[in-house]
Every structure is written in C-alpha cells, then in structure tokens.
C-alpha cells in the first residue's frame, strides 16, 4: 500500500492514529498480565538480560559496522539500531501463542520493558545533542516523570479503582467502556506531559493487573486490538524508505545474520550464567531476533540532526524488514 507499492495510502494521519490505537490495546492487555507477582519473580533476571543484551549487542554491532568501513558516528547508530526489540511484534506473537504466562514468556516481557525504558533515554539524549535541552535537566525531569507517573497509577490502582470495578462490574458493557476509557485517558495523559504513550497504557493495565475480573477484561479488549495492531503494520510498512540499498547489500546480509543468531546466544548465554535452562533460554532468545520500529524512529532523527546519511535508514529498513 506504500509508494513502493500500489500507493494507496493518503490519509497517513489517520493510519497512524489508528496504529497508536493499537498500541495501546497492546501494552494495555500485557500491563494486565503483570501483576506485582509477577514483576517480584522476573524482574532481577530481567534487568540483567536487558540491560547485559543492549550492553553486548550494541558494542559487537558497533564493532562489525566499523569493520564494514562505515564512519564512527554511523557505527553507533547502526549498532544502537540493531539492539533493540519489536515490543508489539514479539507480544503479539506471545499473546497469540498464549505465551504470556509462561516463564519466558514473562522473562520476555521483562526486558523488554527495560529496553523501552533504555530506548526513552537514548532519545532524550540524542534530542539533547541538537541543543533544545540540557541532558542532565532532560533526564533527570524523565526520571521523575515515571517514578511519579507510576507510584500515582498505583495507589490508584491498589485504593480507588478495586471499589470502582465492584460496582460496575454487573454490566459487562460499561466495564469494557470504562476500561478502555481508562486506558486512553491514561495513555493521553503522560503522552501530554512528555512521556509515550506505551508508558501510560502499560501502567493502566498494570493498575488492574491484581483485579477478578482481568481475565474478562483481557477477553473484551482483545479483538480491538486485534483490528487497531493490523493498522500499525500497515502504517510501518507505508513508511518504510528503501532508496539506494544496493550498495549495501553485503552489510544488510551480515546484519541480519547478527540480529537473527547473535541476539538470541547473547541472551541465551545471559539466561545460561544466571542457571536458567537451556530450553528456557532458547525460547526467550527467539523473542529478540528482530529490531524494532525504535530504530527506524532512531535512524530518522540521526538523519533529520544530519548526524548519518539517508543511506543508513534504507540499509536498517531492509535489516528490519528481513528480520521482522
């Protein structure tokens, strides 16, 4: 549907908005999967994947871009680029092989909410770069932000919305609405004080992730996201800039070939050193064998500040495309 294509797409604004729809239907179903328990069990081991992931994949893909001969600066982005996960590809997978529940499923779910987190940072500090803000300032108003953002959204969650869901749960109906209510009013909400809005809808389902009635909320939600995600693959694939990759062709084979085997060991050995096993280890390193829409998002903004070449988003547009 993109211009590459039979070009037939025109309303782009109103497939994004759709798109983001999706989103937050997404992350508002995986929100109600991770109840405090949950975060308790996963939340040591994942901090240790994400973080020793982006650590590992970043520098090795900063090593091979240098090799391949591409400047400093392009190396970092590229080897920035290739560290990130699709959050909405890999929880759709997981949600759709009802996958969320298992040991890696939530191991999954885990680092990838700290690569989100690690990724929000990287903007603000390539923002910081063009001077429309002090980095420090930026980052510590951010920190702030979702600490506050998140002890708010829990003690509503833990005092005010239990008492709320009892009265209104006798009609299926309205307990849908305001559900979806809640999660578009949040989602809006830290999105107009400068956090995404993947953050809010997360937070919203996390508030009701302890609620009886999660599992019917899951199951009243899910088809609008399954209608509103199709529109955030059409949105990506619309946006998508090809250009001249040809000259790239041997870099975009041996990217792909590291996104694809050389996450998965790195997160395979992680798993391995903190003694979890073999198989649980795989499963959760298949999960990050793609890159995500944020490096797409990245590579522009590079271009955009005049960092790197529109070269570089064609060559991560065709590693995505592989990969996805």
């Known amino acids: 549907m993109s211009p590459y294509g039979l070009n037939l797409v025109t309303s782009h604004d109103t497939i994004q908005a759709f798109s983001q729809l999706g989103i937050a239907f997404l992350l508002f179903i995986v929100g109600l999967s991770l109840s405090p328990r949950i975060i308790k069990t996963v ?16 520098s090795i893909g900063f090593g091979i871009a240098m090799l391949l001969g591409f400047s400093m600066i392009e190396a970092t982005y590229i080897g920035i680029a290739l ?41 603000i500090f390539v923002t910081s770069l063009s001077g429309e803000g002090g980095l420090y300032s930026l980052i510590l108003q951010s920190i702030l932000k979702v600490a506050g ?17 009892k009265k209104i749960a006798d009609n299926t109906e309205f307990l849908m609405l305001f559900c979806i209510s809640w999660c ?14 993947e953050i809010g809808a997360l937070l919203a389902g996390v508030s ?37 990759f040809g000259a790239h ?12 085997i050389g996450n998965p060991l790195i997160v395979m050995m992680l798993m391995g050193y903190s003694r979890y096993t073999r198989r649980t280890g795989f499963l959760a390193g298949l999960t990050v064998a793609q890159i995500s829409e ?10 955009k500040m005049g960092h790197i070449s529109s070269d ?13």
């Not at 890999?90 to 885990?110: C, F, H, Q």
């Not at 953002?149 to 869901?165: A, D, Q």
């Not at 944020?294 to 271009?303: E, V």
């Not at 570089?312 to 996805?324: E, F, K, R």
């Open 249 to 260: 062709w041997l870099a975009i084979l041996i990217f792909s070939a590291f996104v694809l």
């Open 83 to 123: 560290t990130f996960s699709s959050t909405i590809v890999i929880m759709k997978l997981l949600s759709d092989k009802k996958d969320l529940e298992t040991l890696y499923g939530k191991i999954a779910m885990g680092f990838l909410i700290v690569q989100d987190i690690v990724a929000m940072f990287i903007l």
């Open 149 to 165: 953002s998140i002890s708010l959204v829990l003690l509503i969650g833990y005092y005010i919305l239990p008492g709320v869901l």
């Open 294 to 303: 944020f490096s797409l998002i990245l590579i522009a903004l590079g271009i």
């Open 184 to 197: 578009l009013a949040l989602s809006a909400i830290l999105h107009y004080i400068g956090l995404s809005l």
């Open 312 to 324: 570089i988003l064609s060559l991560v547009t065709i590693v995505g495309l592989i990969t996805i």
């Open 43 to 58: 939340g040591k081991i994942s901090i240790i994947t994400g973080v020793g992931q982006i650590l590992f994949t970043s």
């Open 208 to 244: 009701l992730s302890v609620s009886p009635y999660r599992h019917e909320i899951v199951a009243r939600i899910r088809p609008l996201r399954d209608f509103f995600i199709l529109m955030f693959f059409v949105f990506l694939g619309t946006q998508m800039e090809f250009g001249n």
